[in-house]
């Protein structure tokens, strides 16, 4: 039987917001359909006393997140692409594959899990207008500075080795293709202005 | 290693890097006299180790930043945002908790004049006059570190290394960046290690951003 992740901490999950019409839940693709198949949990306890989630749930979750993040990632690389030529371009099809990787590794985590992997939303809110190459950056730096907090969460979520290992090396990564796009460092990466 | 360090630390640094620390030691000195011990009522963070080996990785990086400026001044302006990240690194690891028994850094960048410790504080940061006039000439650009404001007028390379060896540093000022990007990389990869060791999630987290952000330091010393 799969364990469902909490419904309300779907909003969380997305470093973009959905897409207006095309991405709303009531408009459910495959994923959604799955998500309702998914057994709800009973007593909920988790929403009741928010101190102490269940060590598995919290793992659960975070990884979750992380692929959600992906997904929204993936997604706006294909914006961004669009805007870049050249090198740029390149470079952008280059992070998107290794988005890809990411995402596909954090959903077999999640099967492993014995979960139901959080789905792609067909379209997602872009935080501003991307419609040339330098709001494509920007875009760029914003997504791997999103998810960089998202693998940070990842990291702090269990004591599991090979999930912490993963996390922690995609996190490098992360940080390395932020400033790649905008060739400024931060101290911490993932924890600035939390 | 350097269990001596707390011996050989000179006495006033003792003072100025204490206030927190040395209560700690204190504390496991009293409950503990034979030293470490586990399975004791007092027994000590189980991340003490795990902290300072981070705490060292950091001073050493400090070390090399600082010497490697003091035989390349014209490297000051490329280096001084990434020394500025290691002094903050620093900051957040020793703020984190204790270190093990009797261990006191070499380096405590914390602000102790504005904790309460004005008496101190000259003897870490006022000391400017020595570190060359042109102290102060590029804290103005660095805009990654608006949140640390009250930093800015410090100058992160006359910091007091304590009795860190300080390390040769090439002729070649191309050679002195190879060497700090080889060693921001071997610190990168000991802070993912010691991630995966530790046994708090909230020092976990710490220290990969720490290990992430040298790992940007790669990138942008040899995008520079």
Redesign the interface.
């Known amino acids: 039987m799969r364990r469902a992740t909490r419904p309300s901490a779907r909003s969380r999950f997305n470093l973009l917001r959905p897409a207006s019409g095309s991405g709303s839940p009531e408009m459910s693709g495959p994923a959604e359909q799955t998500q309702n198949d998914r057994t709800p949990t009973p007593e909920a306890p988790a929403e009741t006393s928010p101190p102490s989630p269940e060590p598995a749930d919290r793992i659960l979750e975070a990884v979750q997140a992380a692929l959600a993040g992906e997904h929204a990632c993936v997604y706006g690389y294909g914006v961004i692409g669009a805007n870049l030529g050249g090198d740029e371009q390149a470079a952008a099809r280059r992070a998107r594959q290794a988005h890809e990787a990411q995402r596909d590794a954090l959903h077999d985590h999640v099967l492993a899990l014995d979960a139901a992997p959080e789905a792609a939303l067909p379209a997602y809110a872009l935080p501003f207008d991307v419609d040339d190459a330098a709001s494509a950056r920007e875009l760029a730096a914003t997504l791997e500075e999103r998810l960089?907090a998202v693998?940070?969460?990842l990291?702090?979520?269990?004591?599991e080795?090979d999930l912490?290992?993963f996390?922690?090396?995609t996190?490098?990564d992360?940080?390395?293709e932020?400033?790649?796009w905008t060739?400024?460092?931060?101290?911490?990466?993932?924890?600035?202005n939390r | 290693m350097s269990d001596t360090a707390g011996v050989r630390r000179r006495p006033v640094l003792l003072t100025i890097a204490g206030t927190p620390l040395l209560g700690a030691a204190l504390t496991a000195c009293t409950s503990e006299p034979a030293g470490k011990r586990v399975g004791d009522t007092s027994e000590p963070d189980p991340d003490a180790r795990v902290r300072w080996d981070a705490v060292q990785a950091e001073q050493d990086l400090l070390a090399l930043h600082v010497a490697t400026v003091a035989a390349h001044d014209n490297l000051r302006d490329l280096i001084e945002?990434?020394a500025?990240?290691h002094r903050?690194?620093l900051e957040?690891l020793l703020d984190d908790g204790p270190l093990p028994y009797l261990l006191t850094p070499e380096i405590d960048p914390r602000p102790g004049g504005d904790a309460g410790r004005p008496d101190n504080d000259d003897e870490i940061t006022g000391n400017d006059d020595s570190a060359g006039d042109g102290a102060d000439a590029g804290d103005d650009g660095d805009?990654?570190?608006a949140?640390e404001s009250e930093d800015d007028g410090d100058d992160v390379f006359a910091l007091d290394l304590g009795m860190i060896d300080t390390p040769d540093i090439p002729d070649d000022p191309g050679n002195a960046v190879e060497a700090i990007i080889e060693a921001e990389r071997a610190a990168?990869e000991s802070h993912?290690a010691s991630?995966?060791l530790a046994?708090d999630?909230?020092l976990?987290?710490?220290l990969?951003?720490?290990?992430?952000?040298e790992?940007?330091?790669?990138?942008?010393l040899r995008?520079a």
Not at chain 1, 155 to 159: D, E, I, M, S
Not at chain 1, 183 to 192: V, Y
């Open positions: 960089a693998y940070v969460d990291v702090a979520a269990g004591p080795d912490r290992a996390a922690a090396e996190l490098i992360v940080a390395v932020h400033t790649r060739g400024s460092t931060t101290a911490f990466p993932g924890l600035e | 945002p990434i500025i990240h903050r690194h957040s805009s990654e570190d949140g990168s993912v991630c995966l046994a999630p909230r976990a987290a710490l990969s951003s720490i290990a992430a952000a790992a940007t330091h790669d990138v942008a995008n």
